[in-house]
């Protein structure tokens, strides 16, 4: 791990939460936000990026991710909540306004705040999802995709207890790494879909392999899991109809979600034109779901371009 990045945690609504922090932001500073199954670290390269420009780059670990504390009750958890840990960092380190980089999961609690708060958020970089007020649903693929295996209540328990944390995130970033949906058989679970002969992505290393399996087995995967697929992605009450500040979405042309129902159809809509006036997108050739790690250059490259002309 990069030795320049610090390491701090603060007290967000009763819970120890970890941030990993680098450069001073003489000019802007940016929060980044992680999906699933990511922490802190899936950003490693874009925080130095951002640092070496000029700006002052935070990323979090989620309750119940790498070295944050879970909630006390996961019932309680709920996708206001991971906003509210958003805004509470904001406050505790006195930042009137942001940039945040977002990605997977990640870009609803970041959406959410830009909607709920636009005077708090200067722009928003999003990786594999682009401006949505309200869910896409998945309700026209099967029964072996993975959100609803995930999603139902011990599914993911009994298919991740047969094997160690090390097996389970190289199996989910080999799957998430492709250009197909995860989707198992009958008779199948989703570990079943690689194993140890599956080779890993080019770009994902040993060293980042054990850089995960440390994190989550600090967390464990099942807290991981209960907010992107366990519950309800509803609209968050205080957001407004539309995004008021620039966005920019940087898609690898090969990540799987290019493949959900209707989102290549959105992404061209009206709709999008509607809620995100100031939008922009660019697509990586070869780009996967990883797009950040794999080609971490060129999207630091497009991350940097986008901030300083908006700051």
Same mark, same amino acid.
């Given at each position: !791990?990069?030795?320049?990045?610090?390491?701090?945690?603060? &007290?967000?609504?009763?819970?120890? *939460?970890?941030?990993?922090?680098?450069? %001073?932001?003489?000019?802007?500073?940016?929060?980044?936000?992680?999906?699933?199954?990511?922490?802190?670290?899936?950003?490693?390269?874009?925080?130095?990026?951002?640092?070496?420009?000029?700006?002052?780059?935070?990323?979090?670990?989620?309750?119940?991710?790498?070295?944050?504390?879970?909630?006390?009750?996961?019932?309680?958890?709920?996708?206001?909540?991971?906003?509210?840990?958003? $805004?509470?960092?904001?406050?505790?380190?006195?930042?009137?306004?942001?940039?945040?980089?977002?990605?997977?999961?990640?870009?609803?609690?970041?959406?959410? *705040?830009?909607?709920?708060?636009?005077?708090?958020?200067?722009?928003?970089?999003? $990786?594999?999802?682009? #401006?949505?007020?309200?869910? *896409?649903?998945?309700?026209?693929?099967?029964?072996?995709?993975?959100?609803?295996?995930?999603?139902?209540?011990?599914?993911?328990?009994?298919?991740?207890?047969?094997?160690?944390?090390?097996?389970?995130?190289?199996?989910?970033?080999?799957?998430?790494?492709?250009?197909?949906? #995860?989707?198992?058989?009958?008779?199948?679970?989703?570990?079943?879909?690689?194993?140890?002969?599956?080779?890993?992505?080019?770009?994902?290393?040993?060293?980042?392999?054990?850089?995960?399996?440390?994190?989550?087995? %600090?967390?464990? $995967?099942?807290?991981?899991?209960?907010?992107?697929?366990? &519950?309800?992605?509803?609209?968050?009450?205080?957001?407004?109809?539309?995004?008021?500040?620039? !966005?920019?979405?940087? !898609?690898?042309?090969?990540?799987?979600?290019?493949?959900? #129902?209707?989102? %290549?159809?959105? !992404?061209?809509?009206?709709?999008? %034109?509607?809620?995100? #006036?100031?939008?922009?997108?660019?697509?990586?050739?070869?780009?996967?779901?990883?797009?950040?790690?794999?080609?971490?250059?060129?999207?630091?490259?497009?991350?940097?371009?986008?901030?300083?002309?908006?700051?």
């Amino acid at each position: !791990m990069d030795q320049r990045i610090e390491h701090s945690y603060l &007290t967000i609504r009763g819970l120890k *939460l970890h941030i990993a922090h680098i450069g %001073k932001g003489e000019t802007a500073t940016l929060l980044f936000v992680h999906g699933f199954p990511e922490v802190w670290y899936s950003w490693r390269h874009q925080m130095v990026a951002a640092a070496a420009a000029g700006f002052r780059a935070i990323a979090l670990d989620f309750p119940g991710y790498g070295l944050s504390e879970p909630p006390a009750d996961l019932a309680q958890a709920s996708w206001q909540g991971l906003m509210n840990d958003l $805004l509470a960092i904001l406050d505790s380190l006195s930042i009137s306004k942001v940039f945040l980089v977002a990605k997977d999961f990640g870009v609803k609690p970041a959406y959410d *705040l830009a909607l709920c708060h636009p005077g708090r958020v200067c722009g928003v970089v999003s $990786l594999g999802v682009p #401006p949505i007020v309200e869910s *896409l649903g998945f309700s026209a693929l099967p029964e072996g995709f993975y959100i609803h295996r995930w999603k139902e209540p011990g599914r993911a328990e009994a298919d991740f207890g047969r094997f160690d944390t090390r097996r389970i995130l190289r199996t989910i970033y080999i799957l998430f790494s492709k250009s197909e949906i #995860p989707i198992a058989k009958q008779g199948q679970e989703i570990m079943d879909l690689a194993d140890e002969s599956t080779p890993m992505p080019q770009w994902f290393t040993e060293e980042d392999l054990s850089a995960y399996t440390n994190l989550y087995n %600090k967390s464990g $995967l099942m807290t991981a899991i209960q907010i992107p697929y366990r &519950t309800k992605a509803a609209k968050a009450e205080c957001a407004k109809p539309r995004f008021e500040m620039p !966005m920019f979405v940087i !898609m690898g042309q090969k990540d799987y979600t290019l493949k959900f #129902p209707g989102l %290549k159809e959105y !992404m061209s809509s009206e709709k999008l %034109k509607e809620i995100a #006036p100031d939008y922009e997108i660019t697509y990586v050739p070869e780009g996967s779901h990883f797009v950040q790690e794999q080609f971490p250059d060129l999207v630091n490259q497009l991350m940097v371009d986008f901030v300083s002309k908006h700051v």
